[in-house]
């Protein structure tokens, strides 16, 4: 668990300043390039749209892991929104609020106590 630990920081801080370099080098135009690739149904679209795929994905498995209380329907849309800059801390969490339980960690206490 430890070197998932790991991996979860590290790459959430080489991401931090990744993006903190295209900010200053290119602003923040992030939406109208990522949708507009799309709509250009070109392959870096393509890539966008399987991105944004995980992204959904991964904000709606925080959602559902919250039962989608509105605590954890906000988690879910800053999840979309803010992808491996929010996922990595809020893995980082759980594994912590769950003890290093798995079954915690991906289901959520209640489900993984009724199953």
Do not use: C, E
């Amino acid at each position: 668990m430890t070197a998932f630990r790991l991996f979860l920081i590290g790459f959430w801080l080489i991401l931090a300043a990744y993006t903190l370099v295209v900010i200053m080098n290119h602003g923040m135009g992030l939406f109208q390039i990522f949708f507009g690739d799309m709509a250009q149904m070109t392959w870096p679209g393509q890539f966008n749209l399987d991105f944004f795929g995980f992204l959904l994905l991964s904000g709606l498995w925080m959602a559902w892991r919250h039962h989608f209380s509105p605590g954890g329907l906000a988690l879910g849309v800053l999840g979309v929104f803010g992808g491996m800059g929010v996922l990595p801390l809020y893995l980082l969490w759980a594994l912590n609020d769950a003890d290093g339980d798995m079954k915690i960690v991906m289901l959520g206490r209640q489900r993984a106590a009724s199953s």
